[in-house]
T-cell receptor, first 118, second 113 residues
Framework: DAGVIQSPRHEVTEMGQEVTLRCKPI?????LFWYRQTMMRGLELLIY????????DSGMPEDRFSAKMPNASFSTLKIQPSEPRDSAVYFC????????????????FGAGTRLSVL | QKEVEQDPGPLSVPEGAIVSLNCTYS??????FMWYRQYSRKGPELLMY????GNKEDGRFTAQVDKSSKYISLFIRDSQPSDSATYLC?????????????FGQGTTLQVKP
């Protein structure tokens, strides 16, 4: 299994530009999560999907951020327009809801996209 | 107040030392407790997983959960330089509602040869 795949690994852009981050979850997983990680705030959940449907977007900082999951194997996180304070590492993670007696919420993370907005 | 509190460190120890990493939490509904390890410029990876209270051991690693105190710990015995990483605790309520995890800030550990 290739794991969660994110692209690009690094993105450098200028303030005001549109940024699109991409994620391919592990095949068969039904949850997908977008996180942002900074030194100051740690790992923050931005939004998550279940079966391609957004469930909770309360962590999305503002309207400049949007996320889509058009199918089970692809998701995007878009920032438009980007600002220097958006500079962070963005992670995508996926999980499979275990319907056993003791259900598990183990999330598997991608390698992240390091975003720098100048 | 954050739901999960974790001292960010950094924590520096000599090789071979026993390391203790800790998190406290406020939500008594949490039932699933995890420790993720994150190497520099990598994504977090699951290290240990426990359900409810008790201990779990895996090689040099031991995870403890004390629900009465709302306190979880990760112990690393005979620490190695390769253990140098950031350790994040994570927890969730019983599944049936969401797959959402609440993460601590992460503790940066450096093991010196």
């Amino acid at each position: 299994d290739a794991g969660v795949i994110q692209s690009p690994r690094h993105e450098v852009t200028e303030m005001g530009q549109e940024v699109t981050l991409r994620c391919k979850p592990i095949s068969g997983h039904d949850y997908l999560f977008w996180y942002r990680q900074t030194m100051m705030r740690g790992l923050e959940l931005l939004i998550y999907f279940n079966n391609n449907v957004p469930i909770d977007d309360s962590g999305m900082p503002e309207d400049r951020f949007s996320a889509k999951m058009p199918n089970a194997s692809f998701s995007t996180l878009k920032i438009q327009p980007s600002e220097p304070r958006d500079s962070a590492v963005y992670f995508c993670a996926s999980s499979l809801r275990d319907r056993g007696r003791i259900a598990k919420n183990i999330q598997y993370f991608g390698a992240g996209t390091r975003l720098s907005v100048l | 107040q954050k739901e999960v509190e974790q001292d960010p460190g950094p924590l520096s120890v000599p090789e071979g030392a026993i390391v203790s990493l800790n998190c406290t939490y406020s939500n008594s509904a949490f039932q699933y407790f995890m420790w993720y390890r994150q190497y520099s410029r990598k994504g977090p990876e699951l290290l240990m997983y426990t359900y409810s209270s008790g201990n779990k051991e895996d090689g040099r690693f031991t995870a403890q959960v004390d629900k009465s105190s709302k306190y979880i710990s990760l112990f690393i015995r005979d620490s190695q330089p390769s253990d140098s990483a950031t350790y994040l605790c994570a927890m969730s309520r019983p599944s049936g509602n969401t797959g959402k995890l609440i993460f601590g800030q992460g503790t940066t550990l450096q093991v010196k040869p």
